[in-house]
């Protein structure tokens, strides 16, 4: 059964903290990307990546970074988390030559 | 810059049959994909649109006409477990890597 894994479900850290979401994939894909998913905003990209070591930003990367150091691993960091950040973050992956997006579980995070 | 718009909600008694639009504004895209979200869950494919025209996959079809920067989703026989959050979805031709969604049409099915 090929996955999409989240590290944690659910997270809460404080203010200020540096943040790491971690994202694992078992389908050779090239593609990753991280979102958040705020109610009424529908997915919206923070960062996506279409290589190992290779990142564009999205539409909301600002307080974000991304790690791709191997294929199937990419990470999302929150450099100083904000209350302004707490979501849920939604991780997935697809290959460069279909069009289906895999997801993974989802990270709720709540920043206090 | 580009924008997808989805209706924020939708309700439907079951068994009817009930349409999800998503209509665009962007300059140039690879084509319209449809995904399921229920709550709690993560979101999963339904289908695409690379073409103009209807596509169908049992239950479930879709639309999309270019001209018109207009696509969506047709959901025939509703049952209660159609109950979920469903999303459109464009692949940009300005970063073919880019998946940009809808804000997402939150369906209710009634008895």
């Known amino acids: 059964d090929v996955k999409v894994t989240q590290s944690s479900r659910y997270l809460v850290k404080r203010t200020g903290e540096k943040v790491f979401l971690e994202c694992v994939q078992d389908?050779?894909?090239?593609?990753m990307f991280w979102y958040r998913q705020d109610p009424g905003l529908g997915l919206r990209l923070i960062y996506f990546?279409?290589?190992?070591?290779?990142?564009e930003k999205g539409d909301i990367p600002e307080g974000y970074s991304v790690s791709r150091e191997k294929k199937e691993r990419f990470s999302l960091i929150l450099e100083s988390a904000s209350t302004n950040q707490t979501s849920m973050y939604l991780c997935?992956?697809?290959?460069?030559?279909?069009?289906?997006?895999?997801f993974g579980q989802g990270t709720r995070l709540t920043v206090v | 810059g580009q924008s997808l718009e989805q209706p924020s909600e939708v309700t439907a008694v079951e068994g009817a049959i009930v349409q999800i639009n998503c209509t665009y504004q962007t300059s140039g895209f690879y084509g319209l994909s449809w995904y399921q979200q229920h709550d709690g869950g993560a979101p999963t494919f339904l289908s695409y649109n690379a073409l103009d025209g209807l596509e169908e996959t049992g239950r479930f079809s879709s639309f999309l006409s270019r001209s018109d920067s207009y696509g969506y989703l047709l959901l025939q026989e509703l049952q209660m477990k159609d109950s979920a959050s469903y999303f459109c979805?464009?692949?940009?031709?300005?970063?073919?890597?880019?998946?940009?969604f809808g804000s997402g049409t939150r369906l209710l099915v009634r008895p």
């Open positions: 389908m050779d894909h090239e593609n």
């Open positions: 990546s279409y290589d190992v070591k290779m990142k």
């Open positions: 979805a464009v692949r940009r031709m300005d970063s073919s890597y880019k998946l940009i």
């Open positions: 997935a992956n697809r290959s460069r030559e279909n069009t289906e997006a895999f």
